[in-house]
C-alpha cells in the first residue's frame, strides 16, 4: 500500500504541477493579448497627442510670423533665428540620422508625410536629453516658444532635407 500511496501523491503533484503551468500559461497568454493590442494603438495616441497640442499654438504666429507659406511652408528670418537661439540647428546634426530612420519606417511617400513624421519624431525625442537645449531655451524665454513651435518649424527644415535624401537615395 505505501507504493501505492507514493505513487498516488506523485501523480497528484504532477497534475498540480502541470495544472499551475497551464493556468500560469493562460495569464500569460491573457498579457500577450492586451500587449498586442496596445501596440496596434499605441502610434494612433501619438497622432492624437499631435492634433491636441497644434491647437495650444496660434496658427498665425507659427505660419505668418516664424513661417511663409511658399507651398510647402518654410520658416521666415525668424523662423530660423528660433531655431539658431533655442539650439536645434547646434543639435539637429545628432538627431538627423534616428529621425530620417523613422521617416523611412513609416514609409512616408510625400513632403505632408515628412513633416508630419518628422513633428512626431521629433516629439517621441522630447525625453531625449539632447532635447534639454530646447527646453531650457523654452523655459527661460518662455514668451517666445514652447517646444511645440520649435518642432513645428523644425519639421519644415527637416522635411526639405528628408525630401533631399530620397532624392540622392533613388
Known amino acids: 500500500m505505501e507504493t501505492?500511496?507514493?505513487v498516488l501523491s506523485i501523480a497528484s503533484l504532477f497534475l498540480g504541477v502541470i495544472g499551475s503551468f497551464l493556468y500560469v500559461g493562460k495569464k500569460f497568454e491573457?498579457?500577450?493579448n492586451v500587449c498586442n493590442e496596445l501596440s496596434k494603438i499605441d502610434g494612433k495616441f501619438e497622432k492624437i497627442w499631435d492634433k491636441i497640442l497644434s491647437h495650444e499654438e496660434s496658427?498665425?504666429?507659427i505660419k505668418g510670423k516664424l513661417g511663409e507659406a511658399h507651398s510647402p511652408m518654410k520658416p521666415t528670418k525668424e523662423g530660423m533665428?528660433?531655431?539658431n537661439d533655442s539650439g536645434f540647428m547646434e543639435i539637429y546634426p545628432a538627431i538627423k540620422d534616428s529621425i530620417f530612420s523613422r521617416i523611412d519606417e513609416a514609409k512616408s511617400r510625400t513632403l505632408y508625410d515628412y513633416e508630419q513624421e518628422a513633428r512626431y519624431?521629433?516629439?517621441?525625442?522630447?525625453?531625449?536629453p539632447v532635447m534639454d537645449k530646447l527646453k531650457d531655451y523654452v523655459?527661460?524665454?518662455?514668451?517666445?516658444a514652447?517646444?511645440?513651435t520649435i518642432f513645428t518649424v523644425a519639421s519644415w527644415i527637416i522635411r526639405d532635407d528628408y525630401a533631399e535624401y530620397k532624392k540622392k537615395k533613388g
Open 4 to 6: 501505492m500511496e507514493i
Open 121 to 128: 519624431a521629433l516629439n517621441s525625442k522630447e525625453g531625449d
Open 146 to 148: 514652447t517646444l511645440y
Open 59 to 61: 496658427i498665425g504666429f
Open 139 to 144: 523655459i527661460n524665454h518662455p514668451t517666445e
Open 30 to 32: 491573457k498579457l500577450d
Open 81 to 83: 533665428k528660433l531655431l
